[in-house]
């Protein structure tokens, strides 16, 4: 069994247009919508930067502030993993105007409720 964390955007006539056509596939055992309760959403995003001289410095102080980790290093790149919001992703790529981003992977939203609810079947 997997689960699957589909994010939209959307009217309430959207939403429940896009749950029932959901409902309709033969693989969904369960739907949840996780905006009708207190929930927490986080995306994955790891970027690959070119760091040469004072800019290893300041990718650092970058990475710092926005509490990434930098997981991969080389002569001249350092690779940094960020977990937040879409939001606060955003925010960093704009942090890094004056920096050379060679590369940007980006998981996609993952969704679970709050609290001791859970998704079971």
Known sequence: MSRL????????QVI????????KLIEVVKLTDLSESAHIERELMLVKVKAVG???DEVKRSADIFRGQIVDVSA????????GTSDKLDAFIQALSGTQILEVVRSGVSGISRGEKTLAL
């Open 54 to 56: 004072e800019q290893r």
């Open 16 to 23: 429940e247009q896009i749950t029932k056509q959901l409902h």
């Open 76 to 83: 001249t790149t350092y690779t940094v993993q960020l977990v």
């Open 5 to 12: 964390t589909l994010v939209t955007h959307g009217n309430d």
